[in-house]
Nanobody, 123 residues
């Protein structure tokens, strides 16, 4: 019913930039919070940034001042602009969204994940 598809990952040198995009599609009634998570090799999944609908964004401390999350509600998209990248930012990055879907005459709220996109920062 709903798909999240990320793009924009890749290999970049330390100090460089990447912009991740995530497109939500399907029987979407509304999108509440949209977030980016990451999982580095051998580590637990970490919330990187979140942007609730109509509210300010929040960031994990390690990316504050370097990453910016934004969303385009008309396009059902969320972005993560990553600047001044460091080798410790290397991880698989996942888009997450709290989406209310329309099913016939009712709606149902759910939590959806993308398939992930790999970011590798070389030193």
């Amino acid at each position: 019913q709903v798909q999240l598809v990320e793009s924009g990952g890749g290999l970049v040198q330390a100090g460089g930039s990447l912009r991740l995009s995530c497109a939500a599609s399907g029987s979407i009634f509304s999108i509440n919070a949209m977030s980016w998570y990451r999982r580095a090799p051998g580590k637990r999944r970490e919330l990187v940034a979140a942007i609730p609908s109509g509210r300010s964004a929040t960031y994990t401390d390690s990316v504050k001042g370097r990453f910016t999350i934004s969303r385009d509600n008309a396009k059902n998209m969320v972005y993560l602009q990553m600047n001044s990248l460091k080798p410790e930012d290397t991880a698989d990055y996942y888009c997450n969204a709290d989406i209310t879907v329309r099913i016939l005459t009712t709606t149902l709220k759910g939590d959806y994940w993308g398939q992930g996109t790999q970011v590798t920062v070389s030193s």
